[in-house]
């Protein structure tokens, strides 16, 4: 694993993306974290808004995720979505479920994360600032992510997909990767003492819970507080990948919903085992 360059960033049929060093000789993965740039929404949404629900329009949307199915070489028709509402709860998909949230209603009401066995499955998940989680275990034919915001950190969204890989699809632990994406870093994730307090309470502690210069207020390292969730449940070190890339100090390349108080567009997670 290189991990000085965890990642690298790809323009492809204009759409830029970033992808994870550690998986690019996986030929049977398709895999993707998605900037702002290659699509045709404008203003605060500029440009490749891939939220239904930030007031764009639907056409615009619908040729952004057209362009990103393009560069990714996967089908708009396998696109399964999920429904993030900052809970933990992780559906499987197959078949079954594609087109959802895309081409046909969303059928669910609280999916943090979603993970398949399908080849032919393209998993979808939605963000800004929140942190991306990529699951993938080589040899195995199976794909997860993860949305860990704040909340879905410290209910350890990330412990439950490794608990349902393990117990349920009897995947061995020292097979899984995990990849944490760009979301916003400890330098720009300021909390109040409250949410601090939350975070003591499951991580004890640490030095990824920093007191700031100024008084009740907390800096925390949400990929430090996902890679200890990880690390707890007992995925190796080396089959874990950190991006380090905070989409608060780079909003000329991710959205961020801190950097814009909300005005702003929705970056795409994508993951698929190929046909
Ligand atoms: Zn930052």
């Not at 560069?71 to 959802?100: D, F, M, P």
């Not at 507080?225 to 991710?254: A, P, R, W, Y």
């Amino acid at each position: 694993m290189n991990e000085k360059y965890p990642y690298r960033l790809i323009t492809n049929k204009e759409v830029t993306y970033l992808q994870f060093s550690l998986w690019e000789k996986e030929d049977k993965l398709v895999h993707g974290f998605t900037t702002r740039h290659g699509g045709v929404s404008t203003g605060i949404l500029a440009s490749l808004n891939l939220g239904f629900n930030r007031g764009d329009d639907k056409e615009k949307v619908y040729e952004n995720y057209q362009r990103v199915c393009k560069a990714l070489e996967v089908e708009c028709s396998s696109l399964v979505l999920s429904k993030q509402v900052h809970e933990t709860h992780i559906e499987k998909v197959t078949e079954e479920e594609k087109g959802n949230g895309f081409n046909r209603p969303n059928k669910w009401e609280s999916v943090d994360g979603l993970y398949t066995r399908t080849k032919g499955v393209t998993l979808v998940t939605h963000f800004a600032d929140c942190v991306p989680l990529f699951f993938y275990a080589p040899g195995y034919d199976i794909v997860g992510m993860a949305h860990a915001g704040w909340r879905g950190t410290v209910g350890q969204i990330g412990r439950k997909m490794v608990e349902l890989w393990v117990e349920k699809e009897c995947i061995p632990l020292s097979a899984i990767q995990v990849a944490i994406g760009p979301s916003i870093g400890p330098c720009c994730f300021e909390v109040d003492k409250e949410v601090a307090d939350i975070f003591k309470a499951v991580f004890g502690e640490e030095d990824f819970i920093q007191n700031t210069s100024k008084e009740q207020k907390y800096n925390i390292d949400l990929w430090a507080c996902n890679k200890q969730v990880l690390m707890n449940c007992g995925i190796l070190e080396h089959n874990i990948v950190v991006s380090k890339l905070c989409t608060c100090c780079h909003d000329n390349l991710f959205f961020s919903h801190r950097k814009t108080k909300g005005q702003r567009g929705t970056l795409g997670g994508f993951m698929a085992l190929k046909d």
